[in-house]
């Protein structure tokens, strides 16, 4: 989805065409799976983050045409709304200080962004959901010019045969709405860990993502309100998956899903999912050259799984595969996300590297079960795991998987400062229960419930780059 189209409205021919080489491709990739010609060794992290660009009242400024050409960076790129940018990382080899390093680079770039912003005479801010957006904001007026999203909101109305997208949410209290285009899509802004694994073990690392998913998003839930309304801790999870359903009864019409099953073999069974279970968005047609797998590659984009492989390339041309963790919200700091990452980092690759089974034999209905329970409760969630069975999110993350964090970062060669300084960070988060929801919604209530001064408030909170759970009211 991150490359422009020149085309934003489609025929029947350019589905039959993209079809056919959308099999070509993933026949190809069956066959370099079989080869073993995709890359094989090392591992290397970067991430992703959808940031906000505000006015002086805390609402959304719909500037990034002008921002974007004022920064002229190319790790800072256009989102589906023009109140949206979303900045990049350079990948880096998993060792070391790499996430020393990550930091570092991204305090960098989020300080000259903020810089831009403000000669622009705006604020920016990471958070899950924005507490001040309104309806009349997510219109097609605030849509980013690129075909792309013009094509995707066109194709998905189509697909549902003009009736709009309903939003039904019950949490703390329940919003029910309609809306008529996919910019509910916008209101969702995340953190997008990408984690490049060897390709033959990168199924076991999808698999393990799926279980860590649920305990780890109640320990970094930081969207609890949207509309007005006090709804799940991480309210930008059910909003995503609502917000380009195609309303059929097919599985394939849930185009963002926690996934059917583990995976048995390899990666390749998601592409092959893909082609078999879900229609084609975005027909575009590239040049036949199947050894880049545009098609398939676009087609993936369009496919949302919370955590989704991803083809990509090394310098020398040879394919690899990606794990692409797309649960974790937008801020608070940018301290509490790379304490989110490292978690999520060590967590995986301890399950992977510690035993036979990546799950520890957790079902994956109970994965599923546990992620939208965390979703929904945070830290309050009740959760299932293997040897401890129902127990609380706090000490399933504090007796079980920090640990075993700690060892997988220590196994990845993580320098051991590193390691004691970003998971501490979420052990204190955890000992407090100051997550970022949990933040939010005690200050919204020590406030006055006022959205304005909340927002005034969280904005300051963040620029003091220290992280949530050291954030006072």
Same mark, same amino acid.
């Given at each position: 989805?991150?490359?422009?189209?020149?085309?934003?409205?489609?025929?029947?021919?350019?589905?039959?065409?993209?079809?056919?080489?959308?099999?070509?491709?993933?026949?190809?990739?069956?066959?370099?799976?079989?080869?073993?010609?995709?890359?094989?060794?090392?591992?290397?992290?970067?991430?992703?983050?959808?940031?906000?660009?505000?006015?002086?009242?805390?609402?959304?400024?719909?500037?990034?045409? =002008?921002?974007?050409?004022?920064?002229?960076?190319?790790?800072?790129?256009?989102?589906?709304?023009?109140?949206?940018?979303?900045?990049?990382?350079?990948?880096?080899?998993?060792?070391?200080?790499?996430?020393?390093?990550?930091?570092?680079?991204?305090?960098?770039?989020?300080?000259?962004?903020?810089?831009?912003?403000?000669?622009?005479?705006?604020?920016?801010?990471?958070?899950?959901?924005?507490?001040?957006?309104?309806?009349?904001?997510?219109?097609?007026?605030?849509?980013?010019?690129?075909?792309?999203?013009?094509?995707?909101?066109?194709?998905?109305?189509?697909?549902?045969?003009?009736?709009?997208?309903?939003?039904?949410?019950?949490?703390?209290?329940?919003?029910?709405?309609?809306?008529?285009?996919?910019?509910?899509?916008?209101?969702?802004?995340?953190?997008?860990?990408?984690?490049?694994?060897?390709?033959?073990?990168?199924?076991?690392?999808?698999?393990?993502?799926?279980?860590?998913?649920?305990?780890?998003?109640?320990?970094?839930?930081?969207?609890?309100?949207?509309?007005?309304?006090?709804?799940?801790?991480?309210?930008?999870?059910?909003?995503?998956?609502? =917000?380009?359903?195609?309303?059929?009864?097919?599985?394939?019409?849930?185009?963002?899903?926690?996934?059917?099953?583990?995976?048995?073999?390899?990666?390749?069974?998601?592409?092959?999912?893909?082609?078999?279970?879900?229609?084609?968005?975005?027909?575009?047609?590239?040049?036949?050259?199947?050894?880049?797998?545009?098609?398939?590659?676009?087609?993936?984009?369009?496919?949302?799984?919370?955590?989704?492989?991803?083809?990509?390339?090394?310098?020398?041309?040879?394919?690899?595969?990606?794990?692409?963790?797309?649960?974790?919200?937008?801020?608070?700091?940018?301290?509490?996300?790379?304490?989110?990452?490292?978690?999520?980092?060590?967590?995986?690759? =301890?399950?992977?590297?510690?035993?036979?089974?990546?799950?520890?034999?957790?079902?994956?209905?109970?994965?599923?079960?546990?992620?939208?329970?965390?979703?929904?409760?945070?830290?309050?969630?009740?959760?299932?795991?293997?040897?401890?069975?129902?127990?609380?999110?706090?000490?399933?993350?504090?007796?079980?998987?920090?640990?075993?964090?700690?060892?997988?970062?220590?196994?990845?060669?993580?320098?051991?400062?590193?390691?004691?300084?970003?998971?501490?960070?979420?052990?204190?988060?955890?000992?407090?229960?100051?997550?970022?929801?949990?933040?939010?919604?005690?200050?919204?209530?020590?406030?006055?419930?006022?959205?304005?001064?909340?927002?005034?408030?969280?904005?300051?909170?963040?620029?003091?780059?220290?992280?949530?759970?050291?954030?006072?009211?």
């Amino acid at each position: 989805m991150g490359e422009e189209i020149s085309r934003s409205e489609f025929e029947a021919a350019d589905f039959a065409r993209f079809n056919a080489r959308l099999a070509g491709e993933t026949a190809l990739l069956r066959e370099q799976f079989g080869e073993g010609r995709l890359a094989s060794a090392g591992y290397a992290f970067g991430f992703e983050i959808e940031v906000w660009l505000l006015d002086h009242g805390y609402f959304p400024n719909s500037i990034n045409e =002008a921002f974007l050409a004022r920064l002229d960076h190319p790790l800072v790129v256009p989102e589906l709304s023009r109140f949206n940018v979303e900045l990049n990382s350079v990948p880096l080899p998993l060792r070391g200080d790499a996430l020393l390093r990550a930091e570092m680079e991204l305090e960098r770039l989020w300080g000259h962004c903020n810089a831009v912003a403000h000669a622009m005479d705006a604020n920016m801010v990471m958070i899950g959901t924005l507490p001040t957006i309104r309806d009349e904001d997510l219109s097609l007026d605030n849509i980013s010019p690129l075909k792309r999203y013009h094509a995707l909101n066109h194709e998905v109305l189509r697909r549902r045969q003009g009736r709009p997208l309903r939003v039904d949410i019950a949490g703390r209290e329940r919003l029910v709405a309609e809306h008529g285009d996919v910019m509910l899509e916008a209101a969702t802004t995340s953190f997008q860990v990408h984690l490049q694994a060897p390709a033959a073990l990168a199924h076991r690392f999808y698999n393990a993502s799926l279980a860590v998913s649920g305990p780890l998003l109640a320990a970094c839930g930081n969207a609890p309100f949207l509309f007005g309304r006090s709804l799940w801790e991480e309210t930008r999870i059910p909003l995503f998956e609502q =917000a380009v359903d195609l309303a059929g009864l097919h599985a394939g019409s849930r185009r963002v899903t926690f996934g059917e099953d583990y995976l048995r073999r390899s990666v390749l069974e998601c592409f092959e999912e893909n082609l078999r279970e879900y229609p084609v968005l975005l027909p575009l047609e590239f040049p036949d050259r199947p050894h880049e797998f545009r098609h398939l590659r676009l087609h993936n984009g369009t496919i949302w799984r919370w955590n989704r492989p991803l083809l990509g390339f090394d310098e020398d041309g040879r394919p690899h595969v990606r794990i692409e963790h797309r649960i974790l919200p937008a801020g608070p700091s940018i301290l509490d996300m790379l304490a989110n990452a490292a978690a999520y980092l060590g967590m995986v690759y =301890a399950l992977v590297h510690e035993g036979e089974d990546e799950t520890l034999g957790l079902p994956f209905a109970t994965a599923r079960r546990n992620f939208y329970a965390a979703a929904r409760d945070g830290l309050r969630a009740r959760l299932e795991w293997p040897g401890a069975g129902e127990t609380s999110a706090r000490d399933l993350l504090e007796g079980e998987l920090l640990p075993r964090a700690a060892r997988g970062l220590a196994r990845l060669d993580i320098d051991a400062e590193d390691i004691e300084r970003y998971l501490g960070v979420l052990g204190a988060r955890l000992a407090g229960g100051a997550t970022g929801a949990a933040w939010q919604q005690a200050c919204f209530e020590s406030r006055g419930r006022d959205f304005y001064e909340l927002m005034a408030t969280y904005c300051e909170r963040q620029r003091s780059r220290a992280p949530v759970h050291e954030w006072d009211l």
